[in-house]
T-cell receptor
Framework: GDSVTQMEGPVTLSEEAFLTINCTYT??????LFWYVQYPGEGLQLLLK?????DKGSNKGFEATYRKETTSFHLEKGSVQVSDSAVYFC?????????????FGTGTLLAVQP | DAGVTQSPTHLIKTRGQQVTLRCSPK?????VSWYQQALGQGPQFIFQ???????QRGNFPDRFSGHQFPNYSSELNVNALLLGDSALYLC?????????????FGEGSWLTVV
């Protein structure tokens, strides 16, 4: 079945360090890919998305490129801030027919220290 | 423009009891989905409502049921609560059933079963 695998956390970085959170997926169709962020005590917020192969999603300094050949959608940021501390979820969604649900990975906790 | 709103924010129930959670979708949205997020896990799809009907269902027992009202708001009901039902329940809304429109999440209802 369709699934998403994320690198396990926690990821602990110093402020201004480079961030990579790995995400790979398995899908029978042609999924759209998403990164959601969950700040402490809050719901999910859409961070970025990509709808087809080679698309790059970007927002707030975060980027991720849809790599069909490696079935990956790794999240990157060049310089993290303390305010980026949160749980990051990679997710996929396959459109068409009656299917319209998101399938999430288990999440990666990012802790940024000053 | 109000986003997705959920109530209550937190609640505690005893095993065997029943609970009802409520959700108002983002203005203009007609599709509501419910997700369960256990501690340390990614959200899992429960079901989706569109045009007042359950359109899709995830791998959850019949103890989980829902309803959508003519104003598109929705309820999630869980009967015969188990300790394992303790989780954050997230409501998500979008426009157009199984279309590819963006899904927005509420901040969730924290359910603790004791």
């Amino acid at each position: 079945g369709d699934s998403v695998t994320q690198m396990e956390g926690p990821v602990t970085l110093s402020e201004e360090a480079f961030l990579t959170i790995n995400c790979t997926y398995t899908a029978t169709g042609y999924p759209s890919l998403f990164w959601y962020v969950q700040y402490p005590g809050e719901g999910l917020q859409l961070l970025l998305k990509a709808t087809k192969a080679d698309d790059k999603g970007s927002n707030k300094g975060f980027e991720a490129t849809y790599r069909k050949e490696t079935t990956s959608f790794h999240l990157e940021k060049g310089s993290v801030q303390v305010s980026d501390s949160a749980v990051y979820f990679c997710a996929l969604r396959i459109y068409g027919g009656a299917t319209n649900k998101l399938i999430f990975g288990t999440g990666t906790l990012l802790a940024v220290q000053p | 423009d109000a986003g997705v709103t959920q109530s209550p924010t937190h609640l505690i129930k005893t095993r065997g009891q029943q609970v009802t959670l409520r959700c108002s979708p983002k203005s203009g949205h007609d599709t509501v989905s419910w997700y369960q997020q256990a501690l340390g896990q990614g959200p899992q799809f429960i079901f989706q409502y569109y045009e007042e009907e359950e359109r899709q269902r995830g791998n959850f027992p019949d103890r989980f049921s829902g309803h959508q009202f003519p104003n598109y708001s929705s309820e999630l009901n869980v009967n015969a609560l188990l300790l394992g039902d303790s989780a954050l329940y997230l409501c998500a809304s979008s426009l157009g059933g199984s279309s590819g429109n963006t899904i927005y999440f509420g901040e969730g209802s924290w359910l603790t079963v004791v």
